[in-house]
């Protein structure tokens, strides 16, 4: 064996065997984590301790901040048409147009399950999302409680249905939501990069280690909420909602709905700006992770952008026999990944995204290091 090892030694010398060995152990940190992945594809609700034997009544409380006349003829009315017999809509509507207001108590007419909320709005005193939510969920009828967004769009009449029947496994609900899909290169680009976020805190949930929500489609017990005192943490302008859900979560409290039904679609950005201001915006939530949260992601990252360096390097610099190994175990990755996210984007109803991983899976972590390394300095601007 160390005959063997001194010929290759002598034969390509100790930086090209080091650097191609360094090449095999990415590769094969970076199949483990694909396969460990594919726990979002194979989860079973059906296979979890069930806590509730009927899926229980709902309160869902959307806040309305200003006056969104298209909402409300549109993504409002798909709210309110559920298909679950046990619901009702809690709206809290944030400003001081008695007109809008009204037309809001007017639908009242036709859904008597609609529960409308006025909050006058003075510069003095802005009124946050937190305050607003806070009102709702207190005004609320039921125990078990969803909230959402004007700017979230339901893909299925059953939306309400499914998010009602996961509180019979956990007190905490999870669905999928991902930008609307739009024409464009660039709403792909924006698709794919939460999708690989959604994809990564669900999986973590699924082993019991939740560190991610979206405030688009969660639920939660009103007994958990008033627990820790809610969104508390009041110097946030956005992402309070992970913050919330890692003291709320345990190991066996959180029930992840994986299917097309529970799907739904925040309003693209308009922009490539307005965008990375969303992002810079969520990532400042980051600084109050814990340790393990941090490190699923940046031992994620970390990993990718090491095997990237390192299989280029190979190919770049080292013989012909090590270039052809490198590019092998490359392609070989992007098939692993290829097929873990097909069957993952299947899974929770995301269709025409999983194509374009080659290119997507080499540009996104670059640009997730420069959005890291500049998050802290967007942050002091805000403050």
């Known amino acids: 064996m160390s005959l063997v090892r001194d010929i290759i030694v002598d034969g390509y010398g100790i930086a090209a065997v080091v ?35 009927a899926q229980p009544p709902i309160s869902i409380v959307v806040p309305l901040f200003g006056e969104d006349e298209e909402y409300l003829k549109g993504d409002f009315r798909t709210l309110l048409s559920q298909s679950n017999q ?16 009204a037309t809001l108590k007017h639908m009242r007419k036709f859904f008597k399950h609609l529960n409308t909320i006025q909050i006058d709005y003075t510069p003095q005193y802005p009124i946050t999302m937190r305050l607003a939510l806070n009102i709702g969920i207190k005004s609320a009828t039921y125990e078990h409680i ?25 007190d905490i609900v999870l669905g999928y939501c991902n930008w609307e899909k739009g024409p464009g290169v660039m709403n792909l680009f924006y698709r794919k990069y939460r999708f690989s976020e959604v994809s990564r805190y669900l999986a973590e949930a699924i082993r019991g280690r939740l560190y991610g929500a979206s405030r688009n489609c969660m639920g939660f017990t009103k007994s958990l909420y008033f627990g820790v005192r809610g969104f508390n943490h009041l110097d946030l302008t956005a992402g309070e ?22 799907h739904c679609a925040e309003k693209a950005p308009h922009s490539f700006s307005s965008w990375l201001t969303e992002v810079y915006r969520q990532g400042q939530t980051r600084r109050y992770y814990t340790q393990s949260a941090r490190n699923v992601e940046g031992c994620a990252l970390l990993m990718r952008l090491s095997f990237f360096v390192a299989t280029i390097g190979a190919i770049v610099l080292l013989p012909l026999e090590f270039k052809l190994l490198s590019a092998l175990l490359l392609l070989v990755r992007y098939i692993v990944m290829g097929v873990a996210n097909s069957k993952i984007a299947t899974r929770v109803g995301e269709k025409g995204i999983a194509a374009w991983d080659p290119i997507f899976d080499f540009f996104e972590p670059w640009v997730r290091f420069v959005i890291r390394a500049t998050q802290r300095e967007r942050i002091s601007v805000w403050r």
């Open 86 to 101: 046990q619901y009702e809509v809690v709206a809290v509507y944030v400003g001081k147009e008695d007109a809008y207001y």
């Open 19 to 53: 650097l191609i060995l360094i090449v095999v152990a990415l590769f094969i940190e970076q199949i483990v984590s694909l396969c460990r992945s594919m726990i979002v594809a194979k989860f079973k609700q059906t296979a979890r301790k069930q806590f509730l034997q």
């Open 241 to 262: 909602d992970d913050l919330f859900i890692q003291s709320i979560a345990t190991e066996d409290n959180v029930s992840v709905l994986l299917t097309p039904n529970a």
């Open 146 to 170: 969803v909230v959402t967004t004007p700017e979230t769009s339901l893909t299925t009449r059953d939306w309400a249905t499914y998010m009602a029947r996961g509180f019979m496994y956990g």
